[in-house]
C-alpha cells in the first residue's frame, strides 16, 4: 500500500483538526456507512470563514453538533461500503484567481495518511479530509488501499469464547459525569461501552484502548502503574439492583500475565458493559447489566 507519512501534513493540508468519537460496530457493506464523516474543509476569506460543501452523498450536520465533535463543517456518510466517494466543491481561489482542485479523501491509518477512492469499511466512527490543492501545488495521486483494508478500532473488547471462537467487539465512547476518569485524549472524561452481546459460561474478556500509553496502538488495560500494579474493580447499582460481581471474576493480572475478566454463570445471557478507567489508566472499573 502506498502511504504518505503523517509529518508531511503540515505543509501540505489547511483543514481543521478532528477528535475521533465513538467506536462503532462494524456494517454490514450494502448498509449505509452512517459512523463515517466527511469534512470538505473550509477556508477564510476576507476575515470571514467560508464552508466547502458536498451536495451528494451525506447529510450535513448542525452547527451544534460539530462543535460537540470539535471538527467544522462536518458531514454524515449516506452511502454504502463500495460505493463511489462524492465529489466536494469550493469556490477557494489561490493567488493567481484560480479555483483549488480537490485531489480526493484522506484519512490516517496506523499514523500515516492514506488516500480513498471508494467508500471504506470501517469498524468505528472515522473522519475523512478533503484534500484541495491550488494550481501552484504539485499534484500527487490518489492512493487506493489494499483489499479489505479496515480502520482499526481504538477501544474494543476480545472474548475468547468457551467454544475456542475469539471475538472482537468494539467500544463506543460516551461522556461521564465522573469527573476523576480519564479523558483516553477526549476533551472530557469518558466512559466506553458495547451493548446487546452475549456471554456464555467460560467466556474471557480482555479490554484494549487506546489513550492511557503514548502507544498509537490500543494496548490490553489496565495499564500497570509506577508500582508495577493495576486493578480491575467490578461495580453495582442499587437504582437496578444488579451486582457485576454476579456475572464477573475479575484476573487484574501481573506483569506476565494479562489482566482478563470471566463470564462466571452456569447460564448464557446478552449484556450491556460500561468501562471507566481512573489513576491513569491502572484501575479499570466495570459495570455488567443485563439486556433488557
Known amino acids: 500500500m502506498k ?5 508531511a ?10 477528535v475521533v468519537f465513538s467506536a462503532c460496530a462494524h456494517k454490514e457493506k450494502s448498509a449505509p456507512q452512517d459512523n463515517l464523516y466527511f469534512v470538505p474543509g473550509i477556508y477564510v476569506t476576507d476575515g470571514v470563514k467560508v464552508e466547502n460543501s458536498l451536495s451528494s452523498g451525506a447529510t450535513k450536520l ?5 462543535a460537540e465533535m470539535n471538527t467544522e463543517n462536518v458531514y454524515r456518510c449516506t452511502l454504502p461500503a463500495g460505493a463511489n466517494l462524492p465529489v466536494p466543491t469550493s469556490k477557494r481561489k489561490d493567488k493567481d484567481d484560480n479555483l483549488y482542485t480537490f485531489n480526493g479523501w484522506w484519512a490516517i491509518v496506523n499514523a500515516t495518511v492514506t488516500y480513498y477512492e471508494k467508500v471504506p469499511t470501517v469498524a468505528e466512527t472515522t473522519f475523512l479530509y478533503a484534500d484541495w490543492r491550488a494550481d501552484l501545488s504539485q499534484r500527487k495521486d490518489p492512493v487506493i488501499p489494499d483489499a ?6 481504538v477501544h474494543y473488547m476480545s472474548v475468547k469464547h468457551a467454544s475456542g471462537d475469539t471475538e472482537r467487539i468494539t467500544l463506543r465512547k460516551a461522556y461521564t459525569n ?3 476518569a480519564e479523558t483516553l485524549g477526549y476533551l472530557f472524561p469518558v466512559e466506553l461501552y458495547a451493548e446487546g ?25 489496565p495499564v500497570l502503574d509506577s508500582n508495577n500494579t493495576r486493578s480491575i474493580q467490578l461495580e453495582k447499582s442499587t437504582q437496578k439492583e444488579n451486582d457485576t460481581a454476579d456475572y464477573l471474576t475479575a484476573d487484574p493480572g501481573s506483569q506476565r500475565r494479562a489482566p482478563t475478566v470471566t463470564y462466571k454463570p452456569e447460564t448464557a445471557g446478552t449484556f450491556n ?8 489508566g491502572s484501575i479499570m472499573a466495570v459495570y455488567l447489566e443485563p439486556k433488557d
Do not use: H, Q, R, W
Not at 62 to 66: F, I, P, Y
Not at 198 to 216: A, R
Not at 273 to 280: A, D, H, P
Open 273 to 280: 458493559i460500561y468501562i471507566k478507567y481512573f489513576n491513569k
Open 3 to 7: 502511504k504518505i507519512l503523517a509529518f
Open 178 to 180: 465522573m469527573t476523576s
Open 62 to 66: 448542525s452547527d451544534e453538533v460539530c
Open 9 to 18: 501534513l503540515s505543509s501540505v493540508f489547511a483543514v481543521s483538526g478532528a
Open 197 to 221: 452481546f452475549e456471554l456464555n459460561k467460560g467466556d474471557v474478556i480482555s479490554v484494549y484502548t487506546t489513550g492511557l500509553t503514548d502507544s498509537e496502538k490500543a494496548v490490553i488495560s
Open 148 to 153: 479489505g483494508d479496515e480502520v482499526e478500532p
